[in-house]
């Protein structure tokens, strides 16, 4: 559903995008964070426990263990980087959006699914660009279960040891690029297509509902493509299980190393916790930013 008075293309346009995307994307980190530290403490670990380290059997008990050994404040760990992150690259990512859908056309006269998916996996792609070096801060935060330490002092110390580019920053950046440009191809195509092809309603309960639905449907299963770089992200972007040596470098040999230590299963590990947070995030994500910018273009439009 657009919005009723639709604004002039160009700068005007991409302005509403802007704040409706990045204030979709600081609301939806907000509420959703704590689960992106249980995802990533569990990807992180191998069959067993480093020496000293707890070792989590699941979901709940690395909820109950974070708690019990950190207190409430674990939960938190990691939140500085996504903020000051998130708001400008959730920003960028759906003006990119928005305005690459008429490269996607391919003829037809309106835009498709097809088009939706690969508008919105190249404005997945681009925004690794923003995102990579707060990625490597907030898992290092997130990996420490001994203190919180501070966003700068992290930042600064991986510089300082590994540097700016693909050893510090940016390491991790393939695995990152993959898991972006399939998940976001899964997330903007089917959450699209469903839209059209499921009626929209008049009463806006029904319809809020209607895009809840859609948004939770389609970032859960886009999340079953994009899981394995994920995990392949966390091991590349955290702490290496021997301090001073580099076991897990790039996407695909981190992959083919996890499958060949730990098995098939650890390819999808963090699988339940991840849908538990990316299947809201995709709802509350497309619902804050499609109100949001119906609610600029009509104020402002």
């Known amino acids: 559903m657009e919005p009723e008075n639709e604004p002039k293309p160009g700068k005007g346009r991409a302005l509403l995008q802007f704040a409706a995307g990045g ?31 707890l070792h989590y059997t699941g979901v709940i008990d690395c909820i109950s263990k974070i708690y019990l050994h950190e207190g409430f404040a674990g939960f938190w760990k990691g939140i500085v980087p996504p903020i000051c992150s998130e ?17 996607f056309l391919f003829g037809a006269p309106q835009p498709t699914a097809l088009t939706h998916a690969m508008a919105g996996s190249l404005a997945g792609t681009l925004e690794c660009i923003i995102l990579n070096p707060f990625e490597v801060v907030k898992i290092t935060q997130q990996a420490n279960r001994s203190e919180s330490l501070n966003t700068l002092t992290v930042a600064s110390r991986i510089i300082r040891s590994d540097g700016f580019f693909i050893k ?10 993959l898991r972006n440009a399939i998940f976001h191809f899964a997330y903007f195509g089917l959450y699209q297509g469903l839209k059209d ?80 947070r990316a299947g809201p995030g995709g709802a509350i994500l497309m619902l804050a930013y499609e109100y949001g910018y119906e609610y600029l273009t009509n104020k402002y439009g």
């Open 23 to 53: 204030s979709a994307g600081l609301l939806e980190l907000l509420l959703l964070h704590p689960l992106d530290v249980v995802k990533t403490r569990i990807q992180l670990q191998g069959v067993q426990a480093a020496a000293g380290e």
């Open 87 to 103: 708001t400008p690259k959730r920003a960028a990512k759906f003006v990119i959006y928005e305005q690459a859908k008429p490269l």
């Open 168 to 177: 510090g920053l940016y390491r991790g950046m393939t695995a990152l690029l």
């Open 197 to 276: 092809e499921i009626p929209a309603y008049q009463d806006k309960l029904a319809e809020f509902l209607r895009r809840g639905t859609i948004g939770f449907f389609s970032s859960s299963i886009s999340c079953l493509f994009s899981i394995t770089f994920d995990v392949a992200k966390s091991r590349i972007q955290g702490p290496q299980p021997i301090k001073g040596t580099i076991k897990y470098e790039w996407a695909v040999p981190t992959i083919r190393t996890i499958y060949r230590e730990e098995g098939f299963r650890a390819l999808f590990k963090g699988m339940s916790v991840k849908i538990m």
